[in-house]
């Protein structure tokens, strides 16, 4: 399993993205993509499923 880029939880599935805050690309959880996503410069870059 991978970890999440902000808090470091182990998931299956991860985000690709960028913001403001995240100048290069990160790959975060559901939880922590539900704040990312509202931040300004948002950017999405696909979804990571670990098989």
Known sequence: MKKCDLCNK???IHYR????NYKSWIF???KCW???SKESQYSYGG???LK
């Open 10 to 12: 182990e998931d299956v």
């Open 34 to 36: 539900h704040i990312v």
């Open 28 to 30: 975060c959880c559901k």
């Open 17 to 20: 993205v960028k913001s403001i």
């Open 47 to 49: 979804t990571r499923k």
